[in-house]
């Protein structure tokens, strides 16, 4: 099994987030050590992040997954969710694989020292400065278009910036090539650094202490107040551990008439997906980056796929059993989410609900072959206080997020007109209990939209 080196050359202890591996618990690296990991290998295929972070903010994180296509390992560095320190990656003995910038901070620094005062001002709440004046850390790029083409300055082809090639996006070349193949399956290699963030000797782990895994010291920092992209709540996780069982009184109930038809027993894996709108509409399915007892990593950026449906039309979409994660309309937020997941590992049904708590753009429901439909039919938009609705960039409104995320806080005002018109049995609102589980027995869900 593939292992990965994680070595902190910095003079102070270093958290990461975890993400794929150790089960998804944050570590801290003591300095001047390398801690170890373990990934599956081949014939396995095993995918995750090592993100690290600067006073509970997400920075630099390397990807990887082991044993990919034909074999191969595929590396990279990302500051697409900010930065506060220096880190890169590679396949141990092989500098040739290196990924990311190691002076990434020396650079932005440089950069913004040589910025003009309208550039400075172009950037104001993506760049954090010390007490002194110093760049300390930096925002999300995929939230500051501005942030984004002050990066590609001076780091432009030595870590991702942009999103890369996405769903007709043909994205940035010096982005896409980060994704280039390894030569098979090695070692993985991370090294951070407040300095010169190159592995010692260009390649495999330091001349460091070795802090074995199970000798991690656990995180100790503080999370964001407002949630991150990798760390919203979701409750599509196992049937056991979701918390989605307990049940409260409602005064309304769906049926099937009202809402969705039971699943066609026919062996398939996926969703009915249907419009039941008078507008056409794609619907983007988003698999989760990870996925832990209770949480798991919702994904912004990266659609496994998309559906298009004319109004008042259906289409089965066939989904990997693997797959917990969400459907919504566009790929926009706020939004409803029908959330689910095909295959619980502890009993093999499937597991759904509705979502309110990233926003609501519209009615939605789900359906299993239990009978209970999850989820509401209603318009609850038109008539919501005007406190309780925002604008959506591309114009729609829609109620805003009821636990906030990076664009802004909880919207109590949605989250108590929601409270009153839908309620926490029909869709999960604030919190993580209280909502009705919709389950298939055959994998397979009715989603209706409306």
Sequence with gaps: MPKIFITNKSDHPQTFEVHGWNNNQNITVKPHATTTLTAPGAPATSSGAI????????????????????????????????????????????????????????????????????????????????????????GPIKEHPKLEAFVRGFADGKTYIGVGAWKGSPGVKSDNDQSSAGQGTKNAVITYSDGDATPDGGHGPQHAPQQQQGQALMAA?????????????????????????????????????????????????????????????????????????????ANFDHPLKNQHLAPHTSHFVPLPASFKGRVQRGQLIPATWVEFQCEASNDHFAHGDISLQQGCDGAATIKGTEGTVGGFVKDIITHAPKEAKVTRKDGVVCLGSTMGNWMAGPNEAAAAWEMKEVGQRKAYIKGGSGTDDIMSKTRRFEVVFY
Excluded at 62 to 75: H, L, P, R
Excluded at 232 to 237: A, C, F, H, I, Y
């Design 51 to 138: 993100i690290a972070l600067h006073a509970g903010h997400e920075g630099e994180q390397a990807e990887m997954t082991f044993n990919g296509f034909q074999g191969n390992d595929f590396i990279d560095m990302s500051n697409i969710v900010g930065a506060g320190g220096n880190m890169t990656i590679q396949q141990q003995g092989l500098p040739s694989t290196r990924k990311g910038d190691p002076l990434f901070m020396q650079n932005l620094r440089k950069a913004w020292a040589k910025a003009s005062p309208q550039t400075k001002n172009d950037l104001k709440g993506s760049i954090f400065l010390d007490k002194n004046g110093h760049v300390e850390r930096m």
């Design 221 to 297: 920092e503080p999370r964001d107040e407002i949630v991150s992209p990798l760390t919203l709540q979701d409750s599509s996780t196992d049937a056991s551990s979701s918390g989605m069982h307990q049940h409260v009184e409602e005064s309304e109930s769906l049926t099937a008439s009202s809402a969705a038809a039971a699943p066609k027993p026919d062996g398939r894996v996926g969703i009915d997906l249907h419009n039941n709108s008078n507008k056409a509409c794609t619907y983007y399915f988003y698999d989760n980056y990870w996925n832990g007892n209770g949480t798991a990593g």
